[in-house]
């Protein structure tokens, strides 16, 4: 999902900003940097009511589909939807996008593979490799349109993106966790239950603004993300690749395709209201596959 003469921007919602917006009066003398200052204003607003409203996690489609069984590319489907991720942005794909799990394997290294192999319930232990499917969202410049230089240039032929197109991007991340203990995945986004105590208290400590809840890199990771990782991306799913391991003098494990390679859209943290799915049909596709 990227565009090779796409310029990537800086969110600034990804800042701490102060709720300010602006104040015009007649004669008032406006530039770029205002109109920006604008838009930022109102997307912020928006993005932290979604955020503290809704949460974050699926709001529609974005079902990860595992490969056909005689597919030698073994192809990773994601399905259209849309998601809210930890800023409340709005993170959309608007067409399927595939994933090639064997190009993808060879490109990793041997110690990341085999740090990432992991006991699955329905195989033989440490006969897959799990890694976890990210959404995250990005601004990327496009339209090319003339301007004044600025910065340190002097010219008179400089271009900027006259649009900044909001676009999602996909991430297979290992799990190099290791060991026995089981692999970190997503805590329940519902905690309030029914009971209305348990609502207020759930409320009453959900703001997580400020210097103690962020780091350089931005929110605190939660239990899914990894580190050196977007911490504000949407966890999708889970995949488990089977692989036969390496036995010596080999060091690299080999990805098995004549065994299905299993996706699991259980994990994930999603948003729900029951009133808008009265009267509606549910997809009754399985969330592990195959």
């Not at 993005?47 to 503290?52: E, G, M, N, P």
């Not at 409340?88 to 064997?102: D, H, K, N, T, Y």
């Not at 996706?263 to 009267?279: A, E, L, T, Y």
Request: aromatic share 6%.
């Amino acid at each position: 999902m990227s565009d090779a003469y796409a310029e990537e921007v800086v969110d600034p919602l990804e800042q701490e900003l102060a709720a300010e917006r602006l104040n015009y009066s007649i004669g008032q003398m406006l530039d770029a940097t205002d109109l920006r200052d604008e838009q930022t204003y109102h997307r912020a607003r928006l993005a932290r009511l979604a955020k503290y409203l809704l949460g974050h996690g699926t709001l529609a489609g974005l079902r990860v589909v595992a490969p056909d069984a005689d597919d030698p590319e073994a192809h990773l489907t994601v399905e259209p939807g849309v998601a809210l991720d930890r800023y409340g942005r709005l993170v959309e794909i608007s067409s399927p996008q595939c994933i090639r799990l064997a190009r993808w394997f060879d490109d990793r290294r041997d110690a990341e593979l085999n740090a990432a192999s992991h006991s699955e319930p329905r195989v033989p232990k440490d006969d897959m490799v799990a890694a976890d499917l990210f959404l995250s969202a990005h601004s990327c410049g496009a339209a090319k349109t003339p301007a004044f230089a600025t910065g340190p240039f002097d010219a008179l032929d400089a271009v900027v993106s006259s649009r900044l197109a909001e676009r999602g991007s996909l991430e297979l991340v290992l799990r190099q966790e290791g060991g026995p203990a089981p692999i970190p995945e997503p805590a329940n986004q519902w905690p309030g239950g029914g009971n209305a105590e348990k609502q207020l208290k759930a409320v009453l400590g959900s703001w997580d603004e400020g210097t103690e809840n962020r780091t350089a890199d931005g929110p605190n990771p939660l239990a899914e993300h990894v580190s050196g990782h977007d911490p504000a991306a949407i966890f999708l799913a889970r995949i488990f690749l089977p692989i036969k391991p390496p036995s010596a003098p080999e060091t690299r494990p080999r990805l098995q395709m004549s065994k299905r390679i299993v996706v699991d859209n259980s994990k994930r943290p999603f948003i729900f209201f029951p009133g808008k799915w009265f009267g509606r049909e549910i997809d009754e596709r399985p969330l592990v596959q195959p």
